[in-house]
């Protein structure tokens, strides 16, 4: 039963890996693919491949999620419990994604984890949840937001005199570049929260402990499936992460990605929180286009965005409460 349930709570976090990567395919791609820079085809290919390549590039979110968040539960409950947080962010997953909205994967499996913990009595490292997801969900979109802006008002001095016509082809070529460094940054951060919960999950059944490095293997079949996600698309949030919170063209695209990327890969390696590719990558496109003129971003659709950004840790931790009590009631 023990092997068992370890098999069916690794399965569960690689499809929740593959819901991230079509959730979340469009923070990588939408603005490229919305100023015709990549068709979205190649735009998926690039990203599915940058994401596998991400996930290999560190693992100190990985230690976080695994070791920062709840205290590692014990037995069949702990299972369970890592089981029932993984039902609530793959849960909150597919709503958001149905009604595209560009919420955070992350932060669903945050709340989920932290959800499922209390429910089954495991204590949450508070702190921990403070300093590496609560305070990065408000700080990092403020960052992205501020360096957006100000990200797009350099070129826009420096290619002042610059013809509009070539500056625009220049900048369609570099944002094959720019959107290949924001897949790159989603796969570093992406990955490794599934990898997080795989290594936790792993310690609960005795096959290994913390301070083990991560078997290679869990890091293999992570970064597939959230390639695999990425490749299948989301066509739903790409639309409105393209083409709803404002039009851009492609010097506005590679500011906006050029912006996401350094700060995922900052967060990654400076502090290893694990941050939200979608608050990241939405902000700095709402700081890109507030250059324009501040009513030239659709506030109305960024601030429904913003407010799914707000309920999304509490809807995935009832779902995964809930999740746990019918495992509990059920298999327990």
């Given amino acids: 039963m023990d092997t068992f349930a370890l098999v069916v709570t690794i399965l569960v976090a690689l499809f929740f890996t593959y819901t991230n990567g079509f959730h979340d395919s469009a923070n990588a791609i939408a603005t490229s693919v919305s100023t015709r820079a990549l068709t979205p085809r190649a735009a998926l290919a690039m990203a599915a491949v940058m994401n596998l390549a991400g996930a290999f590039l560190g693992s100190g979110v990985a230690k976080t999620v695994s070791e920062g968040l709840i205290e ?3 037995g069949s409950k702990g299972m369970g419990i890592l089981f029932a947080a993984l039902i609530g962010a793959i849960t909150w997953n597919l709503v958001t994604w149905y009604f595209g909205l560009p919420s955070s994967s992350s932060h669903a499996l945050f709340g989920g984890m932290v959800g499922a913990a209390l429910a089954g009595g495991t204590d949450v490292i508070w702190h921990g949840v403070v300093d590496k997801v609560i305070i990065p969900m408000f700080v990092s979109p403020v960052v992205g937001l501020v360096a957006g802006y100000l990200v797009m008002t350099a070129i826009m001095w420096i290619f002042r005199k610059a013809n509009p016509h070539k500056a625009k082809r220049g900048f369609r070529i570099a944002q094959t570049v720019s959107a290949a460094g924001m897949a790159l940054g989603h796969g570093l951060q992406d990955a490794q929260k599934t990898m997080g919960v795989v290594v936790m999950a792993l310690v ?12 290679v293997w869990v890091k293999i079949v992570c970064a597939l499936m959230l390639s695999l996600g990425t490749y299948a698309g989301g066509w739903r949030i790409m639309r409105t992460l393209g083409r709803k919170i404002i039009e851009l063209d492609p010097p506005q695209g590679f500011a906006a990605e050029t912006t996401g990327a350094a700060i995922m890969f900052t967060t990654a390696y400076l502090f290893k929180a694990p941050v939200s590719t979608t608050h990241v990558i939405t902000s700095a496109i709402m700081g890109v286009g507030a ?3 501040v009513n030239a971003v659709r506030w109305g659709v960024a601030k429904n965005i913003v407010m799914g950004w707000f309920i999304t840790m509490p809807a995935a931790a009832v779902v995964a409460a809930c999740s746990f009590w019918v495992v509990n009631l059920a298999f327990l």
């Fill in 72 to 74: 590692t539960p014990e």
């Fill in 291 to 293: 250059t324009k003129r």
């Fill in 204 to 215: 609960i059944s005795g096959h290994s402990t913390y301070g083990d490095p991560i078997p």
